[in-house]
C-alpha cells in the first residue's frame, strides 16, 4: 500500500515514515523542506515538496494513496499568531480529508492529542472525558477533530482519530529538560509531585497508528494512545533518576510565583516574539493530572504497548548521551 504521511520530518512523524518504509509500505511524505528530509529519502521514501497549507500541494500528496497519516500540526511557541494554530490545525486537517476523499483514499488517520481533555478531574480519563482544552494549541487541535470528522462524515471517507499522551523517545527533544535537569541533580519539582503524568514511548505509538490505519474496527473511530504505566511525576523522575545513576529529585518549590513569573514574561515577550524563559503552561506541567485509560483501543484494535517505562527511559537517555546532550 502507499501511505501518505504528512508531519514527517517531526519526531512522531518521521518515526512513523520510517516505520511505515522498513516495513515495506510505500511512503510518500509531503514536506516543506527537501533539505530537512534528507534521512527520509535515504530510507526511500517519496518526497513531495509543498506546504500543508497549500490545497493544491495537498491534493497532488494525496493522488494514487491508499491511506492518510495526517500528524503535520503547529505547536505551541511564542510569536505565532492564533491565525496560524487554526490554518494549521483545522483548515488544513479538512484539506487532507477533502483530498483524500476526492482521490479515493481508504481512511485517514488524524493525530489530535489527549490535552484536548485538559486537566484530568478524575484520572484514568477514556475517549469519553469531559473535553476542555486549556489553550490555543488544545483548543484547535480539538476543532480540527471536529472539522475532519465532519468532513469526512460529507464526502464518505473513513476517518480514526489517533489522542496520543506524550511522546518520548529517541529523537524528542520536548522532554530533553526534563531528562537533562533530572540526570545532572538539578529538577525542582514545583508543588507535591503527585500529579499523574503518563507518557507514550514511539514505537507503540507508531505501532498504535498502524492498527489504527489497518484494523476494521477502526473506522471512524476515536482511540488513546498511551503507555501501559501511570505514574506520578515523583515517580517518573525518580525512575529517570535510577536509569541515569542519579539521586530522584527531592526539592520541591511553591508553584504561585512561578505561575506569577510566567505571566508577566509571556506578557513582555510574546508579543516580541521572544521565547519567554517561562510559561504558564511549563507551571501547568506539574499541577495537571495525564492518567488515561486505553481499554477501547486494547479491546477493539488490540493496541498493546510493549516498551515498558522502565526500558523505554533507558533508550532515551542512551540516545541522549550519544547526541551529546547529557
Known sequence: MLALVTGATGFTGGHLARALAAGQWRVRALVRDRRRAADLERAGIELLVGDIRDPAAVDAAAAGVDLVFHLAAV???????????????????????????RHGVRRVVHCSTVGVHGDVDRPPADEDAPLKPGDVYQATKLEGERAVRAAAAALGIEVTIA????????????????????????????????????????????????????????????????????????????????????????????????????????????????????????????????????????????????????????????????????
Not at 511564542?78 to 477533502?98: L, S
Not at 498502524?210 to 484494523?215: D, L, N
Open 163 to 326: 489522542r496520543p499522551t506524550g511522546i518520548y523517545g529517541p529523537g524528542d527533544r520536548r522532554l530533553l529538560k526534563m531528562f537533562r535537569g533530572v540526570a545532572r541533580g538539578r529538577f525542582p519539582i514545583l508543588g507535591s509531585g503527585r500529579i499523574y503524568y503518563h507518557l507514550t514511548y514511539i514505537d507503540d505509538l507508531v505501532e498504535g497508528f498502524r492498527q489504527c490505519a489497518t484494523h476494521p474496527a477502526a473506522a471512524d473511530r476515536t482511540y488513546i494512545l498511551a503507555g501501559a504505566e501511570v505514574t506520578t511525576l515523583n515517580e517518573l523522575t525518580a525512575l529517570i533518576a535510577e536509569a541515569a545513576g542519579a539521586p530522584a529529585p527531592r526539592l520541591h518549590l511553591p508553584v504561585w510565583p512561578f505561575r506569577a513569573a510566567g505571566a508577566v514574561c509571556e506578557a513582555v515577550c510574546v508579543p516580541l516574539g521572544i521565547e519567554p524563559p517561562i510559561y504558564r503552561r511549563r507551571v501547568d506541567f506539574f499541577t495537571k493530572s495525564r492518567a488515561f485509560d486505553i481499554s477501547r483501543a486494547r479491546r477493539e484494535i488490540g493496541y498493546e504497548p510493549r516498551v515498558g517505562l522502565r526500558e523505554g527511559i533507558a533508550r532515551t537517555l542512551d540516545w541522549y548521551r550519544v547526541q551529546g546532550w547529557l
Open 75 to 101: 505547536y505551541r511557541q511564542a510569536g505565532i499568531p492564533e491565525r496560524e494554530y487554526y490554518a494549521v490545525n483545522v483548515e488544513a486537517a479538512r484539506a487532507v480529508v477533502a483530498a483524500a476523499a
